[in-house]
């Protein structure tokens, strides 16, 4: 599934370089965020960070799971149709840390 989806976006596949700043969005069949191939993500949503619901299928990271107990992002219903191109995003995992990110669609 994730190199399927980084493939379509001309990415090689899995594993990446760690210096690697372009990834691809991962998505339920109705249209929920769930994560990107190889980080969880949050999207700034008032004065929020928002993080796909465990039930959408993301992967539980441990820094997601920090991140949530110490109040810094919730969880909740991100469709992809509410994304913006340009839109800064929050990107984490536990090998990377916490990044900012720009959406941009190819």
Not at 3 to 24: F, M, Q, S, W, Y
Not at 63 to 72: A, K, T
Not at 85 to 101: H, K, M, P, Q, S
């Amino acid at each position: 599934m994730y190199n399927a989806a980084r493939a379509r976006a001309g990415l090689g596949p899995l594993p990446v370089p760690a210096d690697a700043h372009i990834d691809v969005l991962l998505y339920t069949p109705d249209d929920h965020v769930t994560e990107t191939s190889i980080r969880n993500i949050a999207f700034k949503r008032g004065n929020v960070w928002l993080t796909p619901r465990a039930k959408s299928g993301c992967l539980p990271g441990v820094v997601r799971q920090l991140l949530l107990s110490e109040g810094r992002i919730i969880e909740g219903d991100i469709s992809r149709s509410e994304l913006q191109a340009d839109e800064v995003v929050l990107t984490f995992n536990a090998v990377e840390g916490c990044y900012l990110a720009r959406l941009a669609f190819l």
